[in-house]
């Protein structure tokens, strides 16, 4: 279950995280709608086994009701997954285009959960650099998260297409 649709430009700000563009994939039945999101950012910190995906989601394209309900100003709703991987697996396999599949913890509208992850870890730099890229997909659904949605439970794919992992 890998859906690659576009590649992702990172951008590099000194003292900034570089981020990447995603998808995020609204599914009931036969229909789809894909809307395209800004600003995810993946981070590995030193010495971590971690993975820690960040991204900011419009309320309205996750839960109708969210907004007018949580008593704050934003229009955005926080994405945060963490996902334990083995950095020295990750640089065995840079090269073999291999999928990974884990389970990750998705903390989405103040609710954690734990959620199938399947990404492909691409190499970045020089496999001396140990810099690698990630695509990373997601899947989840509304009842889990409390999210109101029009017609009952959606399902939602999130993906991010070759970002550059943050190393701190």
């Known amino acids: ?29 036969s229909n789809r709608v894909e809307y395209s999101l800004k600003g995810a950012i993946i981070l590995l910190p030193n010495g971590s086994r971690q993975i820690n995906v960040r991204i900011n989601i419009p309320y309205g394209i996750v839960d109708k009701n969210a907004a007018a309900d949580s008593g704050f100003f934003s229009d955005r709703i926080l994405f945060s997954l963490k996902v334990d991987v083995d950095p020295a697996e990750i640089q065995d396999y840079l090269t073999s285009s291999r999928v990974f599949i884990t389970h990750g913890i ?3 509208n103040n609710i954690a959960k734990a959620v199938v992850v399947s990404y492909i870890p691409l190499l970045s730099g020089t496999e001396e650099e140990g810099s690698f890229n990630l695509n990373v997909l997601v899947k989840f659904d509304s009842d889990d998260f409390k999210l109101t949605v029009p017609n009952g439970n ?6 991010i297409n070759d970002a550059q992992v943050n190393r701190l």
């Open 106 to 108: 998705l903390s989405l």
């Open 154 to 159: 959606e399902q939602f794919i999130l993906k």
């Open 1 to 29: 279950m890998l859906c690659i649709k576009r590649a992702a430009f990172a951008q590099h700000y000194d003292n900034i995280y570089r981020v990447a563009d995603a998808d995020i994939v609204r599914l009931q039945g």
